[in-house]
């Protein structure tokens, strides 16, 4: 009975806190004054009983009457005097403002709206760490894994309605993963349009509302829905994309095709979402991601990745103490060297705390670091053991570039598909791998592969690019094998000069691929391999596996081709290359191994 209560009293504050904004809207709008709490407070209970009949369709006014006279009068006052203050507050700011700081969208952004924060309480929205972190870094493409309850949805919602009211014609839209999902956004929009400034109020009003988009008077809408189909936007704005691909990978099939083509090059695409598998469209997007974004200069058709793991958000941690097992701390130190820092005793509390009840599902929900999302146990993997085995004797951690050893790049070279190039060195007196570097690009022509190794602070001096079988394939449109094209392919480094590849090698195929996968295992124990530049490939690693035939339940002896086979693949040609000698001359063109 308490329980109903108090949903009943939740009711009727939410309804006399819409009141509130509704009323003093239209006070000031008639007579251009801030009214008082005595001038408005009767007019705010008219409305909230309205509210509540739409609502709750109650036609009972006696009954409605004393229900509300039930609530203190002057917790009622108080709901009026914050709208009151609220709006003053806004009012000041604005009206103080100077011209550039409200042409200014990061002043808007901190100063402007208001919100409903988790303790339901109607806050101004001040950025939190992470959305500091997107308000001073945006770029036009985005692909952001984050931890949950960081308020990144809440924040590219408030940013696309700042700029659907300061720009005309301006359109933003969000798919989100469900039909609750897109209500509960809508109203965010709705709240937050509502408690402006009554100066923006008048340049901009809202028009021809429907039950998914808001219409603005200078043009602009913003629109909320499960999926968009018709008409292009300059802001996409994609919530919980890995959930929706889960869920329904049709939907994220559609949005792949329709909804992200729709939008301009130079126009804004931000895809958020928490992790949800080790498979799919988000895991492939932000593989890719990892293994280019700090390495070049973003494009406006390269997406930004973020990265925001649970300790940058400051709720959570927990001042009861905590006793941490020996795994834990291993764990602790771990993550400390990663990110080269040190986290708070409370802060490790709270996570260990919440691990023991979470258990696995704190790796998708609250991860560490941008790999561990996906780092769940993958059954037909070929490596399990293997990467086990690296990660206990700590052969995945910080393997940085040694000028005194020779520099091998293994390629995986994609014709309509993912290139990957895995950059590693070989110490021959200590019989071992060093893995320092891994790349990737997706639709590139040769210039950006060969721009960005020749840039790389390397001594070139006896490297080798070791290159798959299937260089030797002719390109349809011209007739021109890709291994000369890649040789003939000149750049401009970052000296200046004119610079192509040296030392290509094309490495013999294996007919077997199991084959293959044997002898990396038996190379492993080699292998070092740097998490900081590399961990695209440690995913991959972790996630290479058989094909799985459902209708027969069992895993053949054949390689499953998707994102992680690219990675493999060409790690495979830096280990299998290492000794080869047949580096590619023009005037042997005719000596290549043909690829059938």
């Not at 109650?58 to 009068?73: M, P």
Request: glycine letters at 4%.
């Amino acid at each position: 009975m308490d329980i109903f209560q108090d949903q009943i009293t939740n009711s009727i504050i939410e309804c006399y806190v819409k009141a509130a904004h509704t009323i003093f809207d239209s006070w000031y709008s008639l007579s251009g004054n801030i009214p008082s709490c005595s001038d408005i407070s009767e007019l705010v209970l008219d409305e909230a009983i309205y509210q509540y009949q739409q609502i709750y369709e109650k036609t009972d006014l006696d009954f409605l009457i004393s229900l509300f006279s039930n609530i203190e009068e002057e917790y009622l006052e108080e709901i009026i005097s914050d709208r009151i203050v609220q709006q003053n507050s806004a009012f000041n700011l604005y009206k103080y403002a100077s011209k550039s700081e409200r042409s200014d969208f990061k002043w808007r952004m901190s100063n402007l709206y208001y919100i409903i924060n988790r303790r339901s309480e109607n806050v101004k929205f001040i950025p939190s760490v992470p959305q500091q972190i997107l308000l001073d870094n945006l770029h036009n493409k985005m692909i952001i894994l984050k931890s949950r309850q960081m308020g990144i949805t809440t924040f590219f919602t408030l940013l696309g309605l700042d700029q659907c009211i300061f720009n005309s014609f301006f359109k933003y839209a969000l798919i989100t993963q469900g039909k609750i999902e897109s209500v509960e956004a809508f109203q965010k929009i709705l709240f937050a349009f509502s408690m402006l400034p009554p100066q923006i109020h008048d340049l901009v009003n809202r028009i021809n509302d429907s039950k998914d988009t808001v219409a603005l008077s200078n043009g602009s809408s913003a629109k909320v829905s499960v999926s968009t189909r018709s008409g292009t936007v300059n802001f996409l704005h994609v919530s919980e994309y890995a959930v929706t691909d889960y869920k329904s990978p049709k939907k994220c099939e559609e949005i792949d095709t329709g909804a992200l083509p729709s939008v301009a090059k130079d126009q804004i695409v931000v895809i958020e979402s928490t992790n949800k598998g080790h498979q799919g469209r988000f895991y492939d997007k932000v593989i890719t991601s990892i293994s280019y974004n700090t390495k070049i200069k973003l494009t406006q058709l390269d997406y930004k990745l973020f990265f925001f793991p649970w300790f940058i958000e400051s709720d959570y941690c927990d001042d009861s103490g905590c006793i941490l097992t020996d795994n834990e701390i291993k764990y602790k130190l771990k993550i400390e060297a990663y990110h080269n820092l040190k986290l708070r005793d409370n802060q490790w509390n709270w996570y260990f705390k919440t691990y023991r009840t979470q258990k696995d599902k704190m790796f998708e929900e609250f991860p560490s670091t941008p790999e561990e999302p996906f780092t769940m146990s993958v059954e037909g993997a070929f490596y399990v053991e293997e990467m086990t085995l690296a990660l206990e004797q700590n052969r995945i951690g910080q393997f940085k570039y040694n000028p005194k050893l020779p520099v091998y790049f293994g390629w995986d070279l994609g014709m309509n598909d993912l290139t990957v190039i895995i950059t590693g060195q070989y110490d021959m007196i200590e019989d071992k791998w060093y893995i320092i570097d891994c790349f990737s690009g997706q639709d590139k022509g040769y210039e950006y592969y060969v721009k960005y190794l020749v840039d790389r602070p390397y001594n070139f001096r006896g490297c080798k690019n070791l290159l798959p079988h299937d260089i030797a394939v002719r390109e349809q449109s011209t007739g021109e094998g890709r291994i000369l094209k890649l040789f003939n392919t000149t750049v401009i480094d970052s000296k200046n000069r004119h610079t192509k590849l040296s030392n290509l090698i094309q490495v013999p195929r294996i007919p077997n691929k199991v084959s293959e996968i044997g002898i990396m295992r038996q190379e492993f124990s080699k292998f070092h391999i740097d998490e900081n530049n590399c961990g695209a490939l440690i995913l991959a690693l972790r996630n290479y596996r058989r094909v799985h035939y459902k209708d027969k339940q069992i895993y053949a002896d054949e390689a499953l081709h998707d994102i992680h086979s690219h990675y493999c693949d060409a790690f495979a040609q830096l280990v299998r290359g290492k000794n080869l000698t047949n580096v590619f001359n023009p005037a042997d063109i005719k000596k290549i191994t043909p690829y059938h």
